[in-house]
């Protein structure tokens, strides 16, 4: 059958939509192109340089906390690669153990412990009400001014210390043999992977539940095993030492690091228990009844058939969470820490390259928001109950 031609005419819906696509993205450029080249010429009448020329240039600055190698006389460019890899550093580590967090309170709401259901609820409430910013301040505050003086800092088996000048304990030195190692946790992750999809594969066909955890936590750990013994076995550890005036040794995290990090956890997870226990409020209560008939324990009906079908509400609202939380780690100039706002504020200062800066800062948290978002609509796709 030969195919048939597309008919490009006013009148087909198709075509119309098109066209007001177009007409929409040309009058969003001319827009684009109009305020940039308004801009541009009102710098130009003041005498205001313009440009990311300045990338280049020396920075100048020091930086408390880094994640890569930075002096002050590399380029403004790596000042704000630091910042980003700070931002991202907090934003990770927030949303695991926020979701970590989240999820056992929002759980605990429907806890048949009165103790545990009014913890959980006072938590809610208490976290949730009270700004992010006095939050910040709080914990940094209870970090520099509480704690004891890096002198007498509390000390768990002189290995773990914490004191007003951060929190230290024990890291392996690099060496050749860790990369076999985290080849081997990679290669474990994979085959902890192609088990589940297994076990759920036969579980549609057949009804039976396998092994979904202890498998893989097993094969991790044995393809971490084998990559560290392959790998030459490396067991060199950098342990702290309580010195006359300071903690040396070993990796640490900074007051300001750890205020944040605590502050938007706890901030955050209180609105993820809330997504939690609506999610799995929506779920009918004939569900775990029949699951109850079925000779289910509370255990089983929640991670089995409750969990399951909350997914669909919790995810869309758990995506503004992690967006709201990678926001907020732009707070964190207020103590100090070098995010990329701190970094991006202090290059402003010295090139007075305003417009630049920002727009950086913009482009920054617009692609991890971006990024997050692509994630979250990926997974939620992922997990969504396919209607028959």
């Known amino acids: 059958m030969p195919r048939r031609k597309r008919q490009w005419s006013l009148r087909s819906r198709a075509v119309r939509g098109l066209l007001y696509q177009a007409l929409a ?8 192109w109009f305020l940039a080249h308004n801009t541009q010429q009102n710098m130009q009448v003041r005498g205001i340089q313009s440009g ?18 930075y ?8 000042a704000i690669v630091v910042g980003v890899l700070n931002t991202l550093r907090v934003a990770v580590i ?17 806890s048949r412990n009165a103790l545990v259901r009014g913890l959980c609820y006072g938590y809610v409430e208490l976290f949730r009400n009270v700004p992010i910013l006095l939050q910040l301040l709080m914990w940094y505050l209870l970090f520099v001014e509480v704690l004891p003086p890096p002198q007498t800092a509390w000390n768990l088996a002189d290995l773990f210390y914490l004191s007003k000048g951060g929190f230290s304990m024990p890291s392996p030195v690099w060496q050749p043999g860790h990369a076999w190692l985290a080849a081997g946790v990679v290669a ?20 039976y539940a396998g092994n979904r955890w202890g498998v893989p936590i097993v094969a991790v750990l044995a393809f971490a095993l084998l990559g560290w013994t392959l790998g030459g076995a490396p067991r060199d550890w950098a342990i702290p030492e309580q010195l006359a005036f300071m ?51 509370r255990r089983m009906v929640m991670r089995l058939v409750v969990l399951p079908q909350a997914l669909r509400v919790i995810i869309p609202p758990l995506t503004n969470q992690y967006l709201n939380l990678t926001k907020n780690s732009s707070l964190a100039v207020a103590i100090g820490y ?9 290059t ?3 090139t007075g390259r305003a417009v630049e800066c920002i727009a950086i800062i913009m482009l920054v948290y617009l692609c991890t928001s971006l990024g997050t978002s692509a994630l979250m609509n990926w997974y939620n796709k992922r997990a969504a109950i396919k209607e028959r």
């Open 188 to 207: 474990g992750i994979l085959a902890g992977i192609w088990w589940r999809l297994r076990v759920q594969k036969v579980f549609e066909l057949t009804g």
């Open 348 to 350: 402003l200062n010295q």
């Open 25 to 32: 993205l040309l009058a969003v450029a001319g827009a684009v």
């Open 94 to 110: 927030g949303i695991v153990l926020a979701t970590l967090l989240g999820v056992l309170v929002g759980i605990g709401r429907f």
């Open 338 to 346: 070098p995010d990329v706002v701190s970094i991006a504020n202090t």
């Open 247 to 297: 903690v040396d040794g070993g990796i640490s995290a900074t007051p300001e690091f750890m205020a944040v990090l605590v502050g938007l956890v706890m901030y955050t997870a209180s609105f993820i228990a809330e997504v939690v226990r609506g999610g799995i409020q929506s779920v009918s209560h004939g569900q775990t009844e029949a699951a109850g008939a079925l000779g289910l324990t």
């Open 52 to 69: 990311f020329d300045f990338l280049g240039q020396a920075a100048g600055f020091d930086i408390g906390e880094t994640m890569i190698p």
């Open 71 to 78: 002096d002050p006389s590399q380029s403004y460019l790596r």
